[in-house]
């Protein structure tokens, strides 16, 4: 069994910075595509940044040169990197990746529990 599991999340001044992890763990035979979506509430989902097995970023508008996605394939971890945080930041994070289990020949898309990120004075 597959599962992502976040880290990372809190309480943050607007300027802030924070740093969420995502580990993936299990019977995992190889993970192409990891990231991080969120949802605000009262707001539809939104994908903020994903990054390849062969280090393609695709990084929404909105936080461009403030988040910085990272991963680190040794450990099953991606990582996001999160500074000068606004109000609308806030949010649940969600880890998102596309991962082959050991029992299939398929990748499929999975979802973390997700972490609460709250910019606030």
């Known amino acids: 069994q597959v599962q992502l599991v976040e880290s990372g999340g809190g309480l943050v001044q607007p300027g802030g910075s924070l740093r969420l992890s995502c580990v993936a763990s299990?019977?995992?035979?190889?993970?192409?595509?990891m990231g991080w979506d969120r949802q605000a509430p009262g707001k539809q989902r939104e994908l903020v940044a994903t990054?390849?097995?062969?280090?393609?970023?695709n990084t929404v508008d909105s936080v461009k040169g403030r988040f910085t996605i990272s991963r680190d394939n040794a450990k099953n971890t991606v990582y996001l990197q999160m500074s000068s945080l606004k109000p609308e930041d806030t949010a649940v994070y969600y880890c998102?990746?596309?991962?082959?289990?050991?029992?299939?020949?398929?990748?499929?898309?999975?979802w973390g529990q997700g972490t609460q990120v709250t910019v606030s004075s």
């Open positions: 998102i990746a596309d991962i082959k289990a050991s029992s299939s020949i398929y990748y499929r898309t999975y």
């Open positions: 299990g019977s995992i035979r190889s993970i192409a595509r």
């Open positions: 990054l390849t097995s062969d280090n393609i970023t």
